[in-house]
């Protein structure tokens, strides 16, 4: 069982998607990973609110990729349920009993984003996911303090050379979109903004306790 977040989810659906900076072939790495967890027969977890985050990215096409989503064999949503708002809980009051109910981010991080981030983390652990795979420091530090590993893109290793040239061949023949691409509608926020812009929006104004 792993658990990917949107930086990967989103590059790993959406074909408008921008791969993050300074890593090369992202997009092929993570097609890669997906074919790998498929032949181990491995269930990726979405956490609910990583699938919020993706659908207002999708915007119009929302509702094409939920049903795909539903279809896949390997995708799997898991809601952000009772136990996983227990085991958040318990990561905050361990948090506040060190003296900073961030925990292991900075001072200065939105706190919508934390108590976000931490719902995913959150949804991984309960699941029992050996990893989440994420570009997202903050995923990976509170992560860490929940004994679950995180593998960023650029650390996926990339795929082998005769199966790239199995696939550009493929590409040149059929000269249609790959499958499980969808075309992007535009309508959404870059997917390495859609996060930070939920959270600001949901408390403009301050932080609750």
């Known amino acids: 069982m792993v658990v990917f977040d949107n930086s990967v989810f989103c590059l790993a659906l959406h074909p408008d998607a921008r791969p993050p900076a300074g890593v090369d072939r992202a997009k092929d790495r993570i097609e890669h990973l997906l074919e790998t967890l498929r032949e181990q027969k491995e269930q990726v977890i979405i ?21 795909k989503i539903r279809e896949s064999s390997v995708l799997r949503v898991e809601p952000f349920d009772e136990r996983a708002a227990i085991e958040l809980a318990d990561m905050e009051i361990k948090a506040r009993q060190i003296g900073n109910k961030r925990g292991p981010v900075p001072e ?5 984003k934390v108590k976000f981030d931490r719902q995913i983390v959150a949804v991984a652990k309960v699941h029992g996911a050996s990893v989440i795979y994420s570009n997202d420091p903050h995923i ?12 960023s893109i650029g650390e996926l290793p990339t795929p082998p050379a005769q199966q ?8 040149v023949t059929q000269n249609e979109p790959e499958a499980g691409q969808l075309s992007g509608s535009g309508s959404g926020p870059a997917e390495n903004q859609a996060g930070a812009q939920g959270a600001k929006s949901e408390n403009p104004k301050g932080e609750s306790s």
């Open 47 to 67: 956490p609910a609110p990583v699938l919020a985050e993706f659908l207002v990215f999708a915007g119009a096409d929302g509702p094409q990729y939920l049903t």
């Open 108 to 112: 200065d991080t939105d706190w919508q």
């Open 140 to 151: 990976k530090a509170h992560a860490k303090d929940s004994a679950i590993p995180v593998i």
């Open 164 to 171: 790239m040239k199995l696939k550009e061949l493929s590409n």
